[in-house]
């Protein structure tokens, strides 16, 4: 039996840390053991990577299983699960723009909803509803960036704001999938 080095161990945890933190709907311990999984199979493929080369390799690999525990929990619920990437092009595209408030789903299939640029509407109802549960700042800093255009600069401690902030709204938009889902199965 082939040993795995601590330092492969060590950039599966990073890379499945991340990912965790970017899709809130996985666990970083099942995110590594796929990756870790996936690196076992297929060793010798990976000797001649040098450690960023298969940090990225792994976020690759990690993105994969992310990608099927979201697909697997939308069919089983049948709710969306928002990550902050998706809610920055909402708010970038759409948010703001009132023309997009009138577009209506053409679809009741979320996927198809979700991945349809004609029918951002739910995204933007469900933005409203959890837009509010924001403190000030939280608000604030997504309103300057989004509605005014005063990206800040990356590194700053108004990008940190805007980012935690985009975070929070994530998490409250996905708080409140989590939230219905109970409601309905207590009738």
């Given at each position: 039996?082939?040993?795995?080095?601590?330092?492969?161990?060590?950039?599966?945890?990073?890379?499945?840390?991340?990912l965790?933190?970017?899709?809130?709907?996985?666990?970083?311990?099942?995110?590594?053991?796929?990756?870790l999984?996936?690196?076992?199979?297929?060793?010798?493929?990976?000797?001649?990577?040098?450690?960023?080369?298969?940090?990225?390799?792994?976020?690759?690999?990690?993105?994969?299983h992310?990608?099927?525990e979201?697909?697997?929990?939308?069919?089983?619920?049948?709710?969306?699960?928002?990550?902050?990437?998706?809610?920055?092009?909402?708010l970038?595209?759409?948010?703001?723009?009132?023309?997009?408030?009138?577009?209506?789903?053409?679809?009741?299939?979320?996927?198809?909803?979700?991945?349809?640029?004609?029918?951002?509407?739910?995204?933007?109802?469900?933005?409203?509803?959890?837009f509010?549960?924001l403190?000030?700042?939280?608000?604030?800093?997504i309103?300057?960036?989004y509605?005014?255009?005063?990206?800040?600069?990356?590194?700053?401690?108004?990008?940190?704001?805007?980012?935690?902030?985009?975070?929070?709204?994530?998490?409250?938009?996905?708080?409140?999938?989590?939230?219905?889902?109970?409601?309905?199965?207590?009738?």
């Amino acid at each position: 039996m082939t040993h795995v080095s601590p330092d492969i161990i060590d950039t599966a945890r990073r890379a499945a840390r991340r990912l965790a933190r970017e899709n809130p709907y996985t666990e970083a311990d099942d995110i590594q053991q796929f990756i870790l999984l996936k690196y076992w199979e297929a060793q010798d493929r990976f000797h001649s990577y040098d450690p960023a080369a298969l940090y990225n390799v792994f976020r690759g690999i990690g993105l994969e299983h992310c990608k099927a525990e979201r697909l697997h929990y939308t069919y089983q619920t049948a709710a969306w699960i928002y990550t902050p990437r998706e809610v920055r092009k909402i708010l970038e595209h759409a948010y703001y723009n009132e023309d997009q408030r009138e577009v209506m789903p053409g679809r009741d299939d979320l996927l198809r909803v979700a991945a349809d640029p004609r029918s951002v509407a739910i995204s933007i109802w469900d933005i409203d509803e959890a837009f509010n549960g924001l403190s000030d700042d939280y608000q604030a800093a997504i309103e300057r960036a989004y509605l005014h255009g005063d990206r800040p600069t990356h590194g700053s401690a108004d990008q940190k704001r805007l980012q935690r902030a985009i975070e929070r709204l994530t998490e409250r938009l996905n708080t409140k999938i989590d939230m219905r889902r109970k409601k309905e199965a207590t009738r």
